[in-house]
């Protein structure tokens, strides 16, 4: 079983910047990929960047050019660096890994941005 647990959320400013972290209870090798992914209240969650496990990142159009996704594979963190927030981005962020057709999700960090 992977677990996955987020941090880094909180409150800040519109046109500030936060950095979220998923640390993993495997190493990221052994996922084939993980990505992140965030639900405001009352909306559906929404796909936001993917790394496979060679490195590739592909992110949605929304967030390209503000959001960065990173990894420490020494580590075994993930990291969505985050500029240029806006309170459009207030939402429950959320990383997940996957192997094959298996998906595995952490619980969640709140983000939300002031106006």
């Known amino acids: 079983q992977v677990q996955l647990v987020e941090s880094g959320g909180g409150l800040v400013q519109t046109g500030g910047s936060l950095r979220l972290s998923c640390a993993s209870s495997v190493s990221l090798f052994t996922l084939d990929g993980m990505g992140w992914y965030r639900q405001a209240q009352g909306k559906q969650r929404q796909w936001i960047a993917t790394?496979?496990?060679?490195?590739?990142?592909n992110y949605n159009n929304s967030v390209n050019g503000r959001f960065a996704v990173s990894r420490d594979t020494t580590k075994n963190i993930l990291f969505l660096q985050m500029n240029g927030l806006n309170p459009e981005d207030t939402a429950d962020y959320f990383c997940?890994?996957?192997?094959?057709?298996?998906?595995?999700w952490g619980q969640g960090t709140q983000v939300t941005v002031s106006s």
């Open positions: 790394i496979t496990r060679g490195g590739i990142v």
């Open positions: 997940n890994g996957y192997r094959a057709a298996t998906y595995f």
